[in-house]
């Protein structure tokens, strides 16, 4: 359920994990920080 809500909000949301790469992002995060998909960002430092 969280993450429903997560992906409908219009703010950036991501997530960072102990290594520094993300481990989620919301679409609104994904427009702010310039990729076209999800999977472009997850795993990046």
């Not at 219009?10 to 609104?28: F, K, L, M, T």
Request: hydrophobic share 50%; no cysteine.
């Amino acid at each position: 359920m969280l993450e429903l809500i997560l992906e409908r909000v219009p703010q950036p949301v991501w997530v960072i994990d102990h290594d520094g790469a993300i481990a989620y992002a919301n679409p609104a995060a994904v427009a702010v920080l310039g990729y076209d998909d999800v999977a472009e960002l997850r795993g990046r430092q």
